[in-house]
Nanobody
């Protein structure tokens, strides 16, 4: 599956954005999908994930209650709604997909496919 994140941009603190993850290829046999973010010099950070069969969602501690991952259609299988944005949310956001069931959804190492990221910048 090929992925492409979109929807990033510049927003003021307290604002909202909605990211989309475009996909081509098979998504029906996925184990899960997720969103991660990364800033220069830091490791990729888990933001949100969703189990494909049960639609159970998981969130990183820093975004709980503010960000929400949701499923869409085959062309845009997942979205990330980001509310009450903070300057520390500034990062490049990536969507990712995995077919294997080994490991937890918050582990970047368990994902098989990654899309190009989209920049989110939150001004104070």
């Amino acid at each position: 599956v090929q992925l492409q994140a979109s929807g990033g941009g510049l927003v003021q603190a307290g604002g909202s954005l909605r990211l989309s993850c475009g996909a081509s290829g098979r998504t029906f046999s996925l184990y899960g999908m997720g969103w991660f973010r990364q800033t220069p010099g830091k490791e990729r950070e888990f933001v949100a994930g969703i189990h494909w069969t049960t639609s159970t969602t998981f969130y990183g501690d820093s975004v709980k209650g503010r960000f929400f991952i949701s499923r869409g259609n085959d062309l845009n299988p997942i979205y990330l709604s980001m509310n009450s944005l903070k300057p520390e949310d500034t990062a490049v956001y990536f969507c990712a997909a995995r077919y294997g069931a080994r490991g937890t959804l918050d582990s970047a190492q368990t994902y098989d496919y990654w899309g190009q990221g989209t920049q989110v910048t939150v001004s104070s």
